[in-house]
């Protein structure tokens, strides 16, 4: 009969994705408690599918380091994890760097818990120093999402718009006018746009489970009624908002990818001559900008972007670029 470990590193095979080894050997050495509460780390405690992998590639590469140096479980020591972060420095950039620290201390805490270790090795140990004040994302200017927005269903009496036109338009628009994430957006059902009240709402799927509402700007709010109205579903309301189109060019009950948004996007962009870099956190930092550029606050910003601090929101914010061009050229000479 399989034992109760056995059966959790097979369930475990399917929900958890490492950079290696199921089970390294450092922590198959430690014991079957170690090995459970390693398993445990993964599959109770990150509940985010892009956080998993990525903390397991980064556990995976500093006990695969440790296995180098014939280090045990128990014998890992401070030292030894700021001497794998200083290598970690020589070769990845700094926020990679506290990517992997982060990872290797929540572990560490995991297994400090569950009195697997006596106490967490990477307490101690400190990261790079990393200040980002100004995002990298790719922005639309307000006349170019205009711009963008027109063109996929043009205000032209002799085009006819498909399924496909309006829903492109419709997520593209929802994206804009919520500061919406790519991913909380497409985990919209049809209950989730919505009238309460006299407004019109969006409820927006966040990391951790967590829901988040945002009045409808009316113009996101005529769109994605369109798309209903084209759909036919939306007497439908458990059913996915944006879903994926077959290769027969007919809407399935599946919900659109992010990796096709992604391609949607760069399809639209490019037909209209628009920057190919433009992606879909592009749309979060346009509508941010575009609203700090017409007297909102960065205070508004975050509670309607969602963000726990402020200097996140101000990451996509690049209202003052154009203020400080505006100022540099004063510089005449």
């Known amino acids: 009969m399989q034992s109760g470990l056995e059966s959790g590193k097979a369930s475990a095979k399917q929900s958890v994705v490492l950079a290696g080894p199921l089970l390294p050997p450092i922590i198959a050495q430690a014991g079957d408690h170690a090995a459970r509460r390693f398993i445990e780390f993964f599959t109770a405690t990150i509940r985010n599918a892009h956080t998993r992998r990525a903390y397991a590639k980064a556990v995976s590469g500093f006990l695969a380091w440790c296995e ?83 063109s996929i269903v043009p205000d032209d009496p002799t085009f006819t718009p498909t399924l496909i036109d309006y829903r492109d338009r419709a997520l593209i628009a929802v994206m804009v006018y919520s500061f919406g994430r790519v991913n909380a957006v497409l985990g919209m059902t049809v209950a989730d746009f919505y009238v309460e009240g006299r407004k019109v709402w969006f409820r927006l799927h966040e990391k951790g489970g967590k829901r988040h509402e945002v009045p409808a700007h009316h113009n996101a709010a005529d769109y994605v009624e369109a798309y209903l109205v084209a759909a036919g579903i939306a007497a439908d309301k458990k059913s996915p908002l944006f879903r994926s189109i077959d290769r027969h060019r007919a809407m399935t009950d599946r919900p659109l990818d992010a990796r096709n948004a992604l391609d949607m996007i760069k399809r639209r962009v490019r037909a209209i001559g628009l920057p190919e870099t433009i992606c879909c956190h592009s749309f979060r930092a346009t509508g941010i900008t575009v609203f700090r550029q017409n007297g909102g606050t960065i205070e508004e910003a975050q509670h309607i972007a969602n963000h726990e601090s402020p200097k996140t929101t101000m990451l996509y914010d690049r209202s003052r670029d154009q203020l400080t061009l505006d100022e540099v050229e004063r510089i005449v000479i």
């Open 68 to 150: 180098g140096y014939r280090l045990t479980l128990p014998g890992i020591e401070p030292l030894h994890v700021a001497a794998y972060i200083e290598e970690l420095t020589e070769t990845k950039a700094a926020p990679t760097v506290k990517q992997h620290l982060a990872a290797i201390s929540m572990l560490f805490d995991w297994l400090t818990s569950g009195g697997i270790l006596p106490f967490n090795p990477a307490a101690s140990v400190r990261g790079p120093k990393h200040s980002v004040k100004r995002g990298k994302t790719p922005v639309l200017t307000a006349a170019e999402a205009r711009q963008l927005l027109d």
